[in-house]
């Protein structure tokens, strides 16, 4: 069965930093195109960040200069590192899989970070 | 950017019924519109992609139907199992952009 999982998130005070993981099984993260989208409490959805199969990586404007998304082949997990983080940055952080010209084919059910002191 | 707006933000619904949804663009996004289901504590799952293409898994009773700016998602006779969120987004132009979502909830 085709999975993701995603860990990591937390508390983390204004300025911290955090790295999320996505776990994913039934496929192989380096060979998808595969993104991070981010859902603030009693917001919507917000696209984040993608990587190509490639290795291209794309970013939203908030997010851009502080994010870095990544992925490891060895352990088939994707990843989002986030620095200089703000109250702006809380919200529930997927990871999904892109299919066609980008839409998303597979979910994770989501790690919550909250920034605040 | 491209804004999304849905309509209703609550859709209360008896089981049995039709639910009409629906999910607007500031400009043209051709048919690069995707529709997702989200219940509380689970992941999203794909719903329609393409503006009419339903994904595996959902049954003939959900259907998404326009193009352009209008779009629209249908379950002909709602079912226990459908009261839920139901994001649009588009994937036309960059950034990638959803909608704020409409909770279908029982009447």
């Known amino acids: 069965e085709e999975q993701l999982v995603e860990s990591g998130g937390g508390l983390v005070q204004p300025g911290g930093s955090l790295r999320l993981s996505c776990a994913a099984s039934?496929?192989?993260?380096?060979?998808?195109?595969m993104s991070w989208v981010r859902q603030a409490p009693g917001k919507g959805l917000e696209w984040v960040s993608l990587?190509?199969?490639?290795?291209?990586?794309y970013y939203a404007d908030s997010v851009k200069g502080r994010f870095t998304i990544s992925r490891q082949k060895s352990n088939n997990t994707l990843f989002l590192q986030m620095n200089s983080l703000g109250p702006e940055d809380t919200a529930l952080y997927f990871c999904?899989?892109?299919?066609?010209?980008?839409?998303?084919?597979?979910w994770g059910r989501g790690s919550l970070v909250t920034v605040s002191s | 950017e491209i804004v999304m707006t849905q309509s209703p933000a609550t859709l209360s619904v008896s089981p049995g019924e039709r639910a009409t949804l629906s999910c607007r663009a500031s400009q043209s996004v051709s048919s690069n519109l995707a529709w997702y289901q989200q219940k509380p504590g689970q992941a999203p799952r794909l719903l329609i992609f393409g503006a009419s293409t339903r994904a595996t898994g959902f049954p003939a009773r959900f259907s998404g139907s326009g193009s352009g700016t209008e779009f629209t998602l249908t379950i002909s006779s709602l079912q226990s199992e459908d009261f839920a969120l139901y994001f649009c987004?588009?994937?036309?132009?960059?950034?990638?952009?959803f909608g704020g979502g409409t909770k279908v909830e029982i009447k």
């Open positions: 987004q588009q994937y036309n132009t960059w950034p990638l952009t």
């Open positions: 999904a899989r892109v299919r066609g010209t980008s839409y998303f084919d597979l």
């Open positions: 039934g496929f192989f993260v380096s060979d998808n195109y």
């Open positions: 990587i190509y199969s490639g290795g291209n990586t």
